[in-house]
Antibody
Framework: EVQLLESGGQSAQPGGSLRLSCAAS????????MSWVRQAPVRGLEWVAS????????YVADSVRGRFTISRDNSENKLFLQMNDLRLEDTAIYYC?????????WGQGTLVTVSS | EIVMTQSPATLSVSPGERVTLSCRAS??????LAWYQQRVGQAPRLLIY???TRAPGIPARFSGSGSGTEFTLTISSLQSEDFGVYYC?????????FGQGTKVEMK
């Protein structure tokens, strides 16, 4: 069974940084585009970023452009989200998911809380 | 940005009933529409993509229809495990956007 396991979520102060990871198993990771989607109580589900299977092309939402970077390590079957200059509104559960466009398989999420 | 609007916000139903959920896009998205189910405490699960194609392992009681700006998710006979929140999402334009969700609760 395909599994995606996120980690790295924790509390952070505004202006701080965090790096989220997503470890994939039972999947030919290098053949899948991957994405991050977040869910906040007020803002609902929001696509954050996607990266192509080879890692050469990536896209980020306007709300995080210039602050968040998506990357991957196909040799380690891992996806990353580097989050800089965190804001209060970045507080959410962050999910990694397979695919771009629509999202087929989801991890269970990791909670990021930004507060002063 | 394409805005996705779902209705109703909440639907109270009994097991065995037929359920119809609606989703409207602010501009035409052809058939690039996905539906997700989210149970309490769980991640979303893909049900439908391309407006009408069921994802692997999704029961036949779930069906999707529509094109352009108007879409529908139908559950032919609601089962107890189907209670939760349903989201639509457009996958036409790369700033992919979700609806705000419809909660299906027990009557």
């Amino acid at each position: 069974e395909v599994q995606l396991l996120e980690s790295g979520g924790q509390s952070a102060q505004p202006g701080g940084s965090l790096r989220l990871s997503c470890a994939a198993s039972e999947i030919t990771f290098s053949t899948y585009a991957m994405s991050w989607v977040r869910q906040a109580p007020v803002r609902g589900l929001e696509w954050v970023a996607s990266v192509g299977a080879a890692g050469h092309d990536s896209y980020v939402a306007d709300s995080v452009r210039g602050r968040f970077t998506i990357s991957r390590d196909n040799s380690e079957n891992k996806l990353f989200l580097q989050m800089n200059d965190l804001r209060l509104e970045d507080t959410a559960i962050y999910y990694c998911a397979t695919g771009t466009g629509f999202f087929n398989i989801w991890g269970q999420g990791t909670l990021v809380t930004v507060s002063s | 940005e394409i805005v996705m609007t779902q209705s109703p916000a909440t639907l109270s139903v009994s097991p065995g009933e037929r359920v119809t959920l609606s989703c409207r896009a602010s501009q035409s998205i052809s058939n690039f529409l996905a539906w997700y189910q989210q149970r309490v405490g769980q991640a979303p699960r893909l049900l439908i993509y391309g407006a009408s194609t069921r994802a692997p392992g999704i029961p036949a009681r779930f069906s999707g229809s529509g094109s352009g700006t108007e879409f529908t998710l139908t559950i032919s006979s609601l089962q107890s495990e189907d209670f939760g929140v349903y989201y639509c999402q457009q996958h036409d334009t790369w700033l992919w956007t979700f609806g705000q969700g419809t909660k299906v609760e027990m009557k």
